[in-house]
């Protein structure tokens, strides 16, 4: 296992060691945080504690932020809000959404809602110009994700956000892959929905939460009890919550050095790609998510080099999580328009903070073994 070499922290990271304790100590305290005896109170006090410390992580008050069970829920949660919608019927994305927008997105079109795409450029960027001409009277919200899972691209949220609350919309970001790698506050960007998932920033599976802006109405995706102010019932999962929030905290505090680190991987890597003359198009950019490398090899098989370099126990994906299951050229590919001679070549390498400048150069080697042999 050790001998691995693992590449793909963009579809999930390594839980943090220390995080790993915190969550299986925890797990000991098994008491319901709604009832009123002292362990439970202790259960309570430290969802509390986590609410305060990831707020404090992306500047919002304790009580905007709402427990989920990851990405997925918080993102569909803000996609179902349209449902409360009768008379105003759009909602705004854009072409590189991941499918947790995607596929609701489907859903309540299905019911007769109109959603709206927007195109990206041949680097993954929205023009707000045509952000602007596509709002209409009819759009509710718009969502845009922060940053892309597939090829890193850092939308200029902030400037979306004023844009679309200047035209009276609402505005929702997914930035689960920007979340414990990014510097984020959500009260510069003004957002009124933020998602997050833990496991993308070393932190369990299987948690996440929701920012919502104080003051915005919304509707639960999952009702039942009282819990998370009447917003997301279920009984709280007090251990991956409280291990959720160290995780961002500790990514947080070590986030300048990481970022260096992960950009000087990016560097090197693609440095000796150009090197061994490798014929590929650079989909990511290094001003993009750090660490996150996206490319696109001439008259390859993004599939193919997968298998081969796991053979050589090293693990990267083609594209996003879920398009290396349906193995064809992912959505976000194919937005960029890259050369089809390109697209069926692509590979996906997220560099996490654990790699080395070793293993960033082991994996251009690699590649340079199976393609000019
Ligand atoms: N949004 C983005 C951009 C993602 O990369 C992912 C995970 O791959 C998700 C949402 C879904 O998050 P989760 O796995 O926590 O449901």
Known sequence: MSENIYLDNAATTPIDTDVKEILINLLDVFHNPSQPYSPSSFVKKKINEARKIIADCINASPEEIFFTSGGTESNNTVIYQMLNHKKKKSIIISDIEHHSVINPCKFIKKMGYIVKNINVNSKGYIDSNDFINTIDENTVIASIMYAN??????????????????????????????????????????????????????????????????????????????????????????????????????????????????????????????????????????????????????????????HRLDLKKIQISTGSACDSVNNQVSHVIKALNVDKRYSEGTIRISFGKENTKEEAIKIADELNNIING
């Open 149 to 306: 899972n597939e090829i890193g691209t850092i939308q200029n949220i902030k400037k979306l956000a004023s844009i679309a609350h200047e035209k009276g919309i609402l505005f929702h970001t997914d930035a689960v892959q920007a979340v414990g790698h990014l510097h984020l506050d959500v009260k510069e960007l003004d957002v009124d929905f933020l998602s997050a998932s833990a496991h993308k920033f070393n932190g369990p599976k299987g948690i996440g939460f929701l920012y919502v802006k104080k003051g915005i109405n919304f509707s639960p995706l999952i009702y039942g009890g009282a819990q998370e102010l009447n917003m997301r019932a279920g009984t709280e999962n007090a251990p991956l919550i409280y291990a959720m929030a160290i995780a961002l905290k500790k990514n947080l505090e070590i986030l300048n050095s990481s970022q260096q680190h992960l950009n000087e991987l990016y560097d090197l890597f693609i440095k000796k790609l150009k090197l061994y003359k490798i014929d590929f198009v650079e989909n990511s950019t290094n001003d993009g998510l750090p660490g996150l490398v996206n490319i696109s090899i001439n008259n390859q098989n993004g599939e193919t080099l997968l």
